[in-house]
Each structure stands twice: as structure tokens, then as C-alpha cells.
């Protein structure tokens, strides 16, 4: 049996590494804390944020993989939304802008008010997601 | 005459808080000629108060070149540096206590999206490959019997993701396993760096920096 659980423990461990490791090679290569830092001008903090994504990640997957059931209420499931509704939508555009997406497409159009993409592109988000959400509701 | 050398390395980016630019405060000087050399740190290459009013401006190298020769024909310059050089005012402003709120104010929202983003992209990931599943497999597979609630497997794995994102990043708290920078201060610099390119090419499209005509 003590062979067992040695096996389960290495399997765990190393597969809970490189998952940990593969998920945030993503986030760090589009470079999404580095522009929130950027663009708040809080760039000596950037110690202070990674320990919060190293924080945020540990309590995500713990409470995903055991299933606690943390009764924090509406409030906390309201905070928990909005903040992971920013995050997901600046990792989403990001995304799409690493593999230049929006300059791709204006530059094969000629279309020039970037402005206006950007504005059309948050609407657009907004929207689908209300409608994704709505569809679910009934 | 003799003719001499002044070496100039410019930097990518500066900050300003005087309404005047001189020379040194775009880069490092160097001549082998004290004299030249203390004269040059002290030319002006922008008066503020006289241009017009913005937050930064783009310098070409070839406008200090000419400021210098315009004083010292008989100087050749050389830079070593960047060959435009952002300058941004900061303006020196006492930092009040609705500066010192306001800043906190701010980090504490940076704060709160790393980790319910971080939070909520782990378990979309996990709920995506449907973990439980594939625990309760694995469990099976090695032990040869049904997983009852949480395994010792779940426990690894979590004593693993939290290793593996500590060493990723590379410091628990403020203390640092190595002396690397960790990826996030990477990112920031070439973040960073990006963003100055960018300023300058703008800049040099619009026809908004200063250079020689």
C-alpha cells in the first residue's frame, strides 16, 4: 500500500508543478501584470502583485480541487466576479494582441480609428457575455 | 586646434523635473578635455517654458549634436547611447495625503485582480480538464479502488502547485530563492521598453520630435 500512496504523492506533486508552472507561462508571456502595473505607475510594487498571483493561485486551486465550501456570501461572490471579470477580459485581448489581431485586420481594411475598434471590442465583450449569462438564466 | 572627441551615451528615457534639459541630464559625457567637457554638460537643449506644453518630448540625437558643434565647432561627437531620448516632466509635487490614499487605493485593486484572476484562471482550468475526474481515475488506476471524497493524490497536488508557482516566480514573500529577477520584473522591462519604442516611433511619424531640421 506504501507503494501506492509514494506513487500518488510523486504524480501529485510533479503534475501539480507543471501545471502551475504551464498556466502561468501563459499569463506572464502576455504580459498582463507588467501592463496594470504599467498603466497605474505602481511599477515598485511589482514584488507585492506576483505575491498576490502566487496567493490568488494557491486559494483558487485549493478551493477548486477540494471543493470547500466557503460561505462568504454575495458580497465576496460580487468581488470575486468583478475583479476575475477585469482579469479574464484584459487576459482575453491580450491574447489577441500578442498574435496581432487588431493590426492585422485594420491594416488589411485601412481602417484607421484604433480608438473605435478598442471601444467596439469592450462593447462587443460586454454584450456577449450578458447574452451568454441571460441565455443560461432561464 | 586640436580636434576632440566628446562621447555621449544617451539614455532611452529620462525624467525631468527642472523646466530646463540640459545636456547631462540626457546621458553620460565623456571628453578627455575638462574644459569642453564641464561647457557641454551645461548646454541647454530645451527650454520648457518656451516649447510647447507637453508631458514628454522625443529628442533626436542629432539635435544635441548640433547644439554642441554650434558652441564647439572643432568637437566631433560620438554617441554611444540610444539615438532618441524620451524626456518626460515630472512635475515636483509635495505627495499630499489624497496622493498617498489614492496610490494605495490603487494598488489594492492591482492586488485584488492578480489574485481573484489568478483564483479564477486556476479553476477554469482545472473545471476545463475536469480534475475531479481525472483524479478519481488516476486514484483507481494506482490504488485499485474507488476514490472516497479527497485522496492523498489532491494533496500532492496541491502542495506541488503551490511549490511550482513559488519557484516559478521565485520568492516567498520578499525573500528571494535566487537573485534573478523574477518573470514579472522581466516582463515589466520589456514591457517597459515597448512602450518607449513605441513613443518614439510616433513621435518620429508624427514629426512631433525635436531634431535638426
Redesign the interface.
Known amino acids: 500500500?506504501w507503494i501506492?500512496?509514494f506513487?500518488?504523492?510523486i504524480?501529485?506533486?510533479?503534475?501539480?508543478?507543471?501545471?502551475?508552472?504551464g498556466?502561468?507561462t501563459v499569463?506572464?508571456s502576455v504580459?498582463l501584470?507588467?501592463?496594470?502595473?504599467?498603466r497605474?505607475?505602481?511599477?515598485k510594487?511589482?514584488?507585492?502583485?506576483?505575491?498576490?498571483?502566487?496567493?490568488?493561485?494557491?486559494?483558487?486551486?485549493?478551493?477548486?480541487?477540494?471543493?470547500f465550501k466557503i460561505l462568504f456570501g454575495f458580497l465576496f461572490a460580487s468581488?470575486?466576479g468583478?475583479?476575475?471579470g477585469?482579469?479574464?477580459g484584459c487576459?482575453a485581448l491580450s491574447i489577441a494582441e500578442m498574435l496581432d489581431t487588431i493590426p492585422v485586420f485594420s491594416r488589411r481594411v485601412k481602417f484607421k480609428n484604433l480608438k473605435l475598434a478598442i471601444n467596439a471590442v469592450a462593447i462587443g465583450k460586454a454584450v456577449g457575455s450578458l447574452v451568454y449569462f441571460i441565455k443560461d438564466y432561464k | 586646434m586640436i580636434k576632440e572627441t566628446l562621447y555621449i551615451k544617451a539614455e532611452r528615457n529620462v525624467k525631468i523635473t527642472k523646466d530646463k534639459v540640459l545636456i547631462s541630464d540626457i546621458g553620460k559625457v565623456y571628453c578627455t578635455d575638462s574644459g569642453i567637457l564641464s561647457q557641454v554638460k551645461a548646454l541647454q537643449i530645451l527650454d520648457i517654458e518656451k516649447a510647447e506644453q507637453k508631458s514628454q518630448y522625443v529628442i533626436s540625437i542629432l539635435k544635441i549634436i548640433e547644439v554642441v558643434n554650434q558652441i564647439f565647432p572643432q568637437v566631433t561627437v560620438v554617441n554611444l547611447g540610444e539615438t532618441d531620448v524620451i524626456v518626460e516632466i515630472v512635475k515636483p509635487k509635495n505627495i499630499g495625503r489624497a496622493e498617498k490614499i489614492w496610490y494605495f487605493i490603487k494598488v489594492g485593486f492591482v492586488c485584488c485582480i492578480c489574485f481573484f484572476g489568478t483564483a479564477f484562471t486556476i479553476m477554469a482550468f482545472h473545471n476545463d480538464i475536469g480534475i475531479t475526474s481525472v483524479f478519481d481515475n488516476l486514484y483507481f488506476l494506482i490504488t485499485g479502488k474507488e476514490a472516497m471524497g479527497i485522496t492523498s493524490l489532491e494533496v500532492f497536488y496541491s502542495l506541488g502547485l503551490s511549490a511550482g508557482i513559488v519557484v516559478f516566480y521565485n520568492h516567498i514573500g520578499k525573500k528571494r530563492i535566487t537573485n534573478d529577477p523574477t518573470p514579472i520584473e522581466v516582463e515589466m522591462r520589456i514591457y517597459e521598453e515597448d512602450v518607449d519604442t513605441a513613443i518614439v516611433e510616433s513621435n518620429n511619424r508624427e514629426g512631433n520630435s525635436i531634431d535638426v531640421d
Open positions: 500500500m501506492s500512496l506513487l500518488l504523492a504524480i501529485g506533486i510533479s503534475s501539480g508543478a507543471v501545471v502551475s508552472g498556466v502561468f499569463l506572464i504580459g501584470v507588467p501592463r496594470f502595473a504599467g497605474t505607475r505602481t511599477a510594487e511589482v514584488l507585492k502583485y506576483e505575491n498576490f498571483v502566487v496567493a490568488g493561485t494557491i486559494f483558487g486551486g485549493v478551493l477548486s480541487i477540494f471543493q468581488v470575486f468583478f475583479f476575475s477585469i482579469f479574464v487576459l
